[in-house]
């Protein structure tokens, strides 16, 4: 899932995104990859750090306490600290949407 969601920013940055004026791939396309691409990450950089045990899939409540966490960064915190960064719920949504789109691919228990 990882692989599949850095790839599909990269066709999205460099193929999609100059070809196209639809605002869903300018605007929240990216958004919805945020946590199957970079949760992985993280969680492998806690596992180095020792704050993780394992390199099982995110439980539940490590993908809702990544999502939780980054859209307070991105969406409140980020546009009071530089000028240029904006606020948008909308794009806290989609990282939700990601991620629960993550949380099926990760817990085949939830396909049913």
Do not use: Q
């Not at 605002?23 to 990216?30: A, G, I, K, R």
């Amino acid at each position: 899932m990882c692989l599949a969601a850095c790839s599909a920013y990269a066709v999205n940055r460099w193929l999609i995104k100059p070809n196209t004026n639809w605002p869903f791939f300018h605007n929240h396309f990216n958004d919805l990859l945020l946590i199957p691409a970079a949760l992985p990450f993280a969680l492998w950089l806690e596992r180095r750090l020792g704050l993780r045990r394992g390199d099982h899939p995110p439980s539940l409540a490590e993908i809702a306490g990544h999502w939780a966490i980054w859209s307070l960064m991105a969406e409140v915190l980020a546009p009071r600290l530089f000028p240029n960064a904006v606020g948008d719920l909308r794009d806290a949504a989609a990282y939700a949407i990601g991620a629960a789109a993550a949380a099926v691919w990760w817990h085949p228990r939830f396909r049913r």
